[in-house]
């Protein structure tokens, strides 16, 4: 059986790094993104399982790039969670049509919980 894909858009490296090791540990693979303005082609040559999405993420942003994915009938289906440090978290997350969100600074467990859950809904 693969491995189940993450694919992560932040411009925090450090955050980057963290969540790479833990999901690496957890045995998922792991692919990041500085950058969210070509979320389609990215998205087209990884077929991740599921999105990590920060709201501040250089070139259009987490909200657009979002858009970007679940407006387009391919990808619609891929879940995205929106994690983000934002007050209104939920207002961004509903706008951009996101699956669900986490609010930074997250608990790591809570966002290995969340991810593992959209994982078994891909089954």
């Given amino acids: ?11 925090d490296t ?6 790479t090791i833990i999901f690496e540990e957890n045995g998922y693979e792991v692919k990041i993104s500085e950058t969210s303005h070509d979320i389609l082609e990215k ?7 599921v999105i990590l999405m920060d709201n501040w993420i ?3 942003g987490g909200v657009e790039a979002t858009k970007l994915l679940k407006n387009n009938e391919e990808f619609k289906n ?4 929106y994690v983000t440090a ?6 961004l997350a509903t706008e951009a049509q996101a699956d669900d969100y986490v609010s930074k600074p997250f608990n790591l467990e809570d966002l290995e919980d969340m991810v593992a859950k959209y994982m078994k809904e891909q089954v």
């Fill in 78 to 81: 891929i879940p995205v969670i």
């Fill in 14 to 19: 450090a955050i980057l790094e963290v969540v």
């Fill in 1 to 11: 059986m693969s491995k189940k894909r993450i694919l992560i858009f932040d411009d």
């Fill in 86 to 91: 934002n007050n209104d978290i939920v207002a």
């Fill in 58 to 60: 250089p070139k259009i």
């Fill in 43 to 49: 998205v087209a040559e990884y077929r991740p399982d």
